[in-house]
Structure formats: structure tokens, C-alpha cells
């Protein structure tokens, strides 16, 4: 059956028209479907005839609450949602000075198996579809009462492992008659498939890309990310020189502070080196530890030190305000805990 939020207004103009419905009620159920309703029978305006129809025909996914978790230092609130069919996922909630932040998952699982990574220790379940992912903002934003004004596809899941379905996620979130939310404030992060990169430059988006770049050699990064192996930082930077030839986008990096493995001085210099006349900037984030891995966070020192070399090299940078300390922060640690609970999902 068709999952109906993952259809453009235009696809559900179609699909009603085939059932003979008039073209303005796509827009009327176009509507319902981003605000965030739970069933046909919600959609007040409709006939009643319709409203009874439409579940012959479509799919309306609904996730629920299966664990939230509120900081007490910031407010940040964590979501784990449980989807139609059983899976888990999460989101996060953040409040910044400009405006709300909702950070979603696109996968259920990850292939990737970056080594700091919670998300990838089980390898991937099922990519989101359109609608799952959209549907995690819907449900924070009537679970908070608060408006949502930003959007990071930083959750589970490596986002071009599911080319298709964030595209369209992208194009339902943005569209005016939805919740439009500007494609200038979503941003994308990717372990770095540099030819989903390029691809993804050639739809012309005004996203923003950050690239979860971690180590400025290939040896640390390989040992990190093994996505490395397939495309090594030279094929990736080309890349991102694409992206922002491209859309005129300026590509940030993401550099998760290693201890012993990604931050000693020697790799701040060669950052530098490989960044200098792109324009984009810098990330420093100390990395949170996972018990699955025995990588370990850098000290400040060293954080401090790098910044400094990156800064005298002319690349700007900036060290990343943990938010949400008190809570399960790190990416995929709140559905792992779960998944240790004996869950089978
Ligand atoms: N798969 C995508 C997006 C999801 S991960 C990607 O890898 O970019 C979102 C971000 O969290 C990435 O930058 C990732 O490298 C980072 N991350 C994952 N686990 C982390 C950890 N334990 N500490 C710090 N950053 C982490
Ligand atoms: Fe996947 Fe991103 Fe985690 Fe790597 S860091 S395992 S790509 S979610």
C-alpha cells in the first residue's frame, strides 16, 4: 500500500485523481498530512464518504513515544520513536538563539561502521522512508508545542546510503504548502560518498553539506571510517570542490577529536594543507566516548592546540558546544540501549 506521506502534492493530486477525486483535495489532505494527524478520520474538512476511502488505498504512519529524555542543563530533549512495523529511532531536539533545531535519523541501523559510532555496531537494519523521516518532525513539534525552524540530517544512518528517500524527504520539507522549512536551513552530513556528493551537487540544492572528515590522513582515517577505503579524503575533497562549484554551498567539515589517533599537531598542519583556499570551516567536536569502542575523547589541551594551528593556518574554527551533556548525546546510543534491553527491534 502507498505510504502517503512520502508523496509530493503533486504525486497526491495524481493518486486522487486516478480514484477520481477532485485536484484541490490533494491540497486539503496535503495539509492534514504535514500538521501532524493520526488518522484519516482527523481530516475535518473532507467528506466523510473520503475520509473512509482513503485507508483502502494509503498507508498513514504514525510513530509513537518510546522514550524521551529532557537535559536538565540545556532542555535538549531526545526522542526515541517507535515506527509502524516495530523499529526504533532517534531524534533529538535542540534550542539554539536561532531558532529550534531537530536533528532526525535516516536509517534504522548503518552500514557504515565508523569505529567511535553506536549507530553502526549492529550494521543497518532498513533505510527511512520519505515519510518516517519527515514524520519525526512532525511528532517533536506537536510533542514540544514548539515550531521547528532547522534541520540536521545528523541522526542514524549515513544519509546517501538512502539517496532517494532524503531527497524526497528534502523536497516535502521544503515545499511552501508543508511545514517549509528553506533548504538553507537543512543541512546534510555525510561519512563521504563522494559520488553520492556529486550527484547530490547536480540537483542544485541550496543545502548545506558537512563532511564527517575526522583525520586528515588516509591511514587514521581508514582506521576510524572504512568508508575511507573506497574513497580516500583526496577523492572526497574533490568532491566537495564539486558541491561547491556547484551550488555556491560552502562545505563544513566535521573533525571528531581523537585522542592519539586524529589529534596531534602534525595532523592540525596537514588539515591545514588541505583545506587552505576552500572556503568552509572547521568543526571540532571531542569525541563521545561509546562503550563499543575504546576510542577516547581528546583532552582540552590538545583540542585547544589544534584549533590554534588550524586558526594560524588561516582555516576557521570552531569547537562544538556539546548540547544535551546529561543525556545519551552521542548518535545512536539511546536506540542501542534499548536494543541491550533485550529488544528484538
Ligand atoms: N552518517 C552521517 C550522519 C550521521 S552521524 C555521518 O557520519 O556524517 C552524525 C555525526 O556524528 C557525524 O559527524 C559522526 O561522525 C558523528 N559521531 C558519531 N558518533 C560520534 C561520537 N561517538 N562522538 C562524536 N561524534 C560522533
Ligand atoms: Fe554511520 Fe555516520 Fe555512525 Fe559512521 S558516523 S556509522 S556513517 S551514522
Redesign the pocket.
Known amino acids: 500500500m502507498t505510504e502517503i506521506k512520502c508523496l509530493t502534492i503533486e504525486e497526491l493530486r495524481g493518486e486522487l485523481a486516478a480514484l477520481g477525486e477532485k485536484p484541490f483535495r490533494a491540497g486539503q489532505i496535503f495539509k492534514w498530512l504535514h500538521q501532524p494527524v493520526s488518522s484519516f478520520e482527523e481530516m475535518t474538512n473532507l467528506s466523510k464518504p473520503l475520509r473512509a476511502a482513503l485507508p483502502e488505498h494509503f498507508l498513514l504512519t504514525v510513530p509513537t513515544v518510546e522514550r524521551k529524555q529532557v537535559s536538565a542543563v540545556d532542555g535538549t530533549v531526545k526522542y526515541l520513536w517507535r515506527l509502524h512495523g516495530g523499529d526504533c529511532v532517534e531524534s533529538v531536539l535542540m534550542h539554539y538563539h536561532h531558532g529550534n533545531t531537530a536533528c532526525v535519523s535516516?536509517q534504522v541501523g548503518?552500514r557504515?561502521g565508523?569505529a567511535?559510532?553506536?549507530?553502526g555496531v549492529s550494521g543497518l537494519k532498513r533505510s527511512l522512508s520519505a515519510g518516517e523521516i519527515l514524520d519525526q518532525i512532525l511528532f517533536m513539534q506537536k510533542d514540544s508545542g514548539e515550531q521547528i525552524s532547522n534541520v540536521v540530517?545528523?541522526?542514524?544512518?549515513?544519509?546517501l546510503?538512502n539517496y532517494e528517500n532524503v531527497l524526497k524527504f528534502i523536497r516535502l520539507v521544503s515545499c511552501p504548502e508543508g511545514i517549509c522549512i528553506g533548504q538553507r536551513h537543512i543541512s546534510l552530513?555525510?561519512?563521504?560518498l563522494a559520488d553520492k556528493i556529486e550527484a547530490l551537487a547536480d540537483e542544485h540544492l541550496q543545502l548545506t553539506l558537512?563532511?564527517?572528515l575526522?583525520a586528515s590522513d588516509d591511514e587514521s582515517r581508514s582506521r576510524m571510517?572504512p568508508v575511507n577505503r573506497s574513497y580516500p579524503i583526496g577523492r572526497l575533497l574533490r568532491a566537495c570542490e564539486y558541491y561547491f562549484d556547484t551550488t555556491g554551498r560552502r562545505v563544513s567539515y566535521?573533525y571528531?577529536m581523537v585522542r592519539g589517533v586524529s589529534d596531534r599537531p602534525w595532523q592540525a598542519e596537514r588539515l591545514v594543507q588541505l583545506l587552505r583556499g576552500r572556503p568552509g570551516h572547521v568543526n571540532l567536536?571531542?569525541?563521545?566516548?561509546?562503550k563499543e569502542?575504546p576510542?577516547q575523547?581528546s583532552t582540552q589541551e590538545s583540542v585547544r592546540r589544534f584549533q590554534q594551528i588550524l586558526e594560524r593556518g588561516g582555516i576557521p574554527a570552531t569547537v562544538r558546544r556539546r548540547l544535551g551533556p546529561d543525556i545519551d548525546a552521542?548518535?545512536?546510543q539511546l536506540r542501542r540501549r534499548r536494543l541491550e534491553e533485550g529488544e528484538s527491534h
Open positions: 535516516t548503518c557504515m565508523c567511535f559510532c553506536a549507530s540530517l545528523m541522526g542514524t544512518g549515513e544519509p546510503d552530513s555525510t561519512s563521504g558537512s563532511i564527517s575526522h571510517m566535521e571528531a567536536i571531542p569525541l563521545n566516548p561509546v569502542s576510542l575523547p552521542a548518535c545512536g
